[in-house]
Each structure stands twice: as C-alpha cells, then as structure tokens.
C-alpha cells in the first residue's frame, strides 16, 4: 500500500515538473519572439520574424519529451495569434502558420533518448527536421492564401510564380530562425546537459530515457560545436548572397506582397564576425604542436587534418558571408 502510494506521489510529483519546466519554456518563447519583434529589420512586411523563439520550444521537447514538447509548441501557435502580430488571413493560414507550424516544433521530444545521453548531434538533426516541417506548412500556407480580401474568395495558387514566392519569402525568415537557434543551443549546451543531471530535474526526465543512464556518451568533456563551423558558414554565405538580391514586389490575387532580404544582411554580418572571432580565438589557444609543428613537419596527417582544414574553411567562408552581407546591405541603404 505504502508503495503504491509512494509510486502515486511520485509520478505526479513528475508531472507537476515536466508541467512547470514547460511552462516556463514557453513564457521563454513568447519573451524572445516578441523582443524579437521590436528590432527593426527583423520582422517581414507580410508576417515572420527571425527569432531564436523556437528554441526554448525545442528545448521543452528535450527535456521533458513528445507530449509537452507539442503542447508547448501549440500552446505558443495559440498565444503568438493573440498576442503577436498574427497575419491570419482565413482558417487555412491559421491552421498552417501557427497552429500546425509551431506545433511541428514538437517533433524534438522524439530526440530526448540522444540529449540525455549527451549527443549534440541528433538533437541538432531533430531541430533541423522541426525546421523543415514548418518550411513546409509556411510554404503550403504562401501557396494556397492568395486569396481576394475585397470579396473573401478563397483562391489557391499553385504555378510555379505562387511557389517560387512562398519558398523564398518563408525559407528567408524560417532558416535564419533554425540556424541561429542551433548556434545558441551548440553554445549553451554544456550547461544544459549539467543541468539536466541535477536533481533539480530529476522528475523532468521522461520515462524513455530512463534505460539509457548507463549508456552516457560523456559528451560534456568537448561539446563538438567546431565540427558544425564550416556548415553554419554556408548557411550566412548563402544569406549574405541572398541580401544583395533587391527588393521583390509580387502581385497575386488583387494583393501586393514583398520579400525584403534585408534582416538576412544583418544575421550574415552579426554572426559572421561572432563566428570569425570565434575561430581566431580558437586558433590562438591551440597548441603549438597541434597547429604549427606537425603541420609544418609532417603536413596534413590524419591527427591534424580535419582541424586545420575546418577552421581555415570556416575563416574563408565568414569573411565571404560579412563581404556579401556588407554588400547586401550597402546596395539596400545606398541606393
């Protein structure tokens, strides 16, 4: 009996836990989405922002697993429709945009089992997966709301203008949006992972995950956030070629829509020098040996190899992202 009792206390004492770490990832959300709001060249002129919101979301799902991880993630479709600045025009962009979009970002609870076993990697895949899940209900949404305001008609659109449009107006806010939460979350990881040790969380921990405690990969000793440098690299090259691409003015169903990649100008040059200062520091703190006597006496060995060649790439490929960000945002404000 007293055991039963004890099994009773204790699973709602876990679900007291998950409810309270949730919601305070979801207060999270709302905070840095609406900041987010409020910086100028963030936000489209025909709705989405370029916010690291969807972080704390993801980080629900990995904390406390798929159930709380899809109720936050609705329950921030709901709250960014009242409070935000929602551009819902009828039931189908309400459904695709917020609803079905953030709640996508749930599918990061289904990564639980490889962050509580310290992997970096996977948790990255299940953010780039959720990334892509609401690309999909954006661009879905771009595609079939073009509709005529004036009389309330419901017009979908599916040649190829209408979907070229969508892709690129919703990929221009949405990636940014993935690979900015990506960096913080390699950055911050290390303490997370301490803190998902701790007692403090202990009931947080979904079931799931409980077989694998003997099964720690011992991740916090080098959290491998350099081997992900060069690809986050071509992702602010590609934004920075993107920025220099002039204002597009689109025309569908009596309405006129505007993709301006300026914000993609102000992620490239932010984050390229953040990353490039990274790397320069990271390059002054190796060792002697690591960099410049084995590379100078044995050349590129298979010890050495992917080092050196990593942070080169990456050293290249930032200062191309802060020359074409710098150019994108040039031919903006002088012109």
């Not at 709250?79 to 819902?88: E, P, Y």
């Not at 209408?162 to 911050?188: D, Q």
């Not at 920075?240 to 006129?256: K, M």
């Not at 050495?304 to 040039?330: D, E, H, P, Q």
Request: aromatic content about 12%.
């Amino acid at each position: 009996m007293d055991m039963e009792k004890h099994g009773t206390r204790s699973s709602v004492n876990k679900g007291v836990m998950q409810m309270v770490v949730s919601a305070m990832m979801l207060a999270l959300a709302v905070l840095l989405d609406f900041v987010a709001s409020y910086i100028p060249g963030l936000s489209w002129p025909n709705g989405g922002t370029i916010t690291i919101g969807m972080l704390p979301l993801f980080l629900a799902g990995f904390l406390c697993g798929p159930f709380w991880g899809f109720a936050d993630s609705f329950l921030f479709g709901v709250l960014d429709m009242l409070i935000g600045t929602a551009w819902g025009y009828n039931g189908v962009s309400i459904l695709l945009d917020y609803l079905l979009g953030f709640g996508v970002c749930g599918v990061c609870g289904f990564f639980s089992r490889p962050f509580y076993r310290k992997s970096l990697v996977l948790p990255i895949v299940g953010m780039v997966l959720a990334g892509l899940l609401r690309f999909l209900c954006s661009f879905l949404s771009g595609c079939m709301v073009m509709w005529d305001v004036a009389n309330g008609s419901f017009d979908p659109h599916f040649d190829a203008a209408t979907m070229t449009y969508s892709a690129v107006y919703n990929l221009g806010y949405i990636l940014p949006s993935i690979v900015l939460s990506i960096i913080v979350f390699a950055l911050i990881a290390k303490p997370i992972f301490l803190l998902s040790d701790s007692r403090v969380l202990e009931n947080v921990r979904p079931a799931s995950t409980k077989k694998d405690e003997d099964k720690k990969q011992g991740f916090l000793g080098g959290v491998l956030f350099d081997t992900i440098l060069p690809f986050l690299s071509i992702v602010l090259v590609v934004g920075g070629a993107l920025s220099c691409v002039p204002t597009i003015h689109y025309s569908a169903a009596g309405d006129e829509f505007v993709v301006d990649f300026l914000a993609l100008g102000y992620v490239g040059l932010i984050i390229g020098v953040i990353l490039l200062a990274y790397v320069i520091v990271r390059i002054c703190l190796l060792k002697p040996s690591q960099l410049y006597k084995d590379f100078l006496t044995k050349g590129l060995t298979e010890g050495n190899k992917r080092l050196v060649i990593r942070y080169i790439a990456t050293v290249f490929l930032c200062l191309a992202a802060i020359v074409l960000s710098s150019v994108g945002l040039f031919l903006h404000y002088g012109i």
